[in-house]
């Protein structure tokens, strides 16, 4: 079939590893791509195996969590000469620079465009003068009430939860085999109870909440291991990290406790857990809807998340378990609670599983967005 049109992707670099979310959606759309083409910005050593996709080797490495000044330049000015493009689709944090020179763009360009706002910027105020698309997409209820509480059109403004590819193609037994050894690596006590917090260490209270209330766990359960699995976005997280160390330490946590950083086989991590928590009071600097905890709920594992708008909507009614953010004792409490009834675990693994499929799938994400693009197209604006 051909293609309706053809779709630039202004974005990081939109190659491996996949580690990072603003350029992991991208991918899930060009993956699951169904009626236009793509075109999107990448390394010179990537190539998307689809023939409706384009990949452009602008960048000369697959970048960082925070883009340089030069990586912005290079996606701005290809989005200023992009021809043959039917629409510009923007994924970036509303902020003043890139918004000025993505509003530049359209203006110049006279290119129609979507903007996707996959997290919440820092401060709310003044948005309006940031969202210059002719659609704005965002991940959540939360954020889409935010917006038309400060004067976005609401014509503008739409919800589309983020959507990820299948990562439970292997065979279970194999998985089952990788997540035994994983286990084995982190703790040779057959009473092993693993809890993988796989957030931030500084913009949330998360990592605090999580030291304060481990005594009461340990208490509990003193084969508990906590992993931290925290990528370092900026040089700042490597000081937050040592003092995080030096305070367990002190207070004799440490032997119950596990920094893994960044790490390759995250999807075999998750699945070698009991309990994937983010009791987080702040998501700021990471999505909407965390895809950490998609993955995690896809992979048939319990989530336990801070019961804190976006966070909350993550795992819907009854997907997951909610605790209330920064009272104390309320995550021991509640993992205490979950690790006393392994059935519980279970049922709840289910659940997630099957609401992960119906809510996230990058085929439906893909699906949505693209009808954005036909109204856009069809209706001129």
Not at 152 to 179: F, N, Y
Not at 267 to 273: I, T
Not at 338 to 349: H, N, Y
Request: glycine residues 6%; contains cysteine; proline residues 6%.
């Amino acid at each position: 079939m051909k293609p309706r049109g053809l779709i630039q992707m202004v974005s990081k670099p939109v190659a491996p590893p996949w580690d990072d979310s603003g350029k992991n959606i991208v991918k899930a759309q060009i993956d699951c791509a169904r009626n236009y083409a793509y075109r999107i910005m990448s390394t010179s050593d990537f190539d998307h195996d689809s023939e409706s996709v384009e990949c452009e080797g602008i960048y000369g490495d697959a970048g960082t969590y925070s883009p340089g000044y030069m990586q912005n330049l290079k996606a701005l000015r290809r989005a200023l000469f992009s021809s043959g493009a039917s629409l510009l689709h923007y994924f970036f944090a509303p902020n003043p620079v890139s918004s000025t020179a993505g509003g530049i763009v359209k203006m110049l360009g006279r290119i129609p465009c979507v903007q996707t706002v996959s997290s919440a910027p820092r401060s709310w105020e003044g948005i309006r003068k940031l969202l210059f698309a002719d659609r704005i997409i965002v991940l959540s209820e939360y954020s889409r009430t935010r917006m038309l509480s400060a004067g976005i059109e609401k014509e503008r403004v739409c919800l589309v939860p983020p959507g990820i590819t299948d990562i439970t193609h292997s065979p279970e037994r194999a998985r089952k085999i990788r997540a035994r050894e994983i286990r084995a690596r982190i703790s040779t006590d057959p009473d092993l109870r693993l809890i993988i917090y796989p957030g931030d260490l500084e913009f949330s209270s998360a990592a605090k909440t999580i030291m304060s209330d481990l005594p009461a766990m340990i208490e509990k359960f003193p084969s508990l291991v906590m992993v931290f699995a925290c990528r370092k976005k900026t040089p700042a997280a490597a000081g937050v990290e040592e003092k995080l160390k030096h305070d367990l330490s002190a207070a004799g946590l440490m032997k119950n406790c596990r920094f893994v950083g960044r790490v390759d086989n995250i999807h075999d991590m998750l699945a070698a857990s009991d309990i994937v928590i983010l009791p987080a009071d702040d998501l700021y600097a990471k999505m909407d809807i965390p895809l950490v905890l998609i993955e995690a709920m896809q992979l048939g594992r319990c989530v336990l998340v801070a019961d804190s708008a976006p966070l909350n909507e993550t795992v819907g009614s009854d997907a997951g378990f909610l605790v209330e953010p920064g009272k104390a004792g309320a995550l021991a409490s509640a993992i205490t609670e979950l690790l006393s009834s392994p059935d519980k675990i279970r049922i709840a693994g289910d659940k997630a599983a099957v609401f992960a499929e119906n809510t996230y799938s990058a085929q439906r994400m893909t699906r949505d967005i693209e009808l954005i693009y036909d109204e856009i197209l069809e209706h001129g604006k």
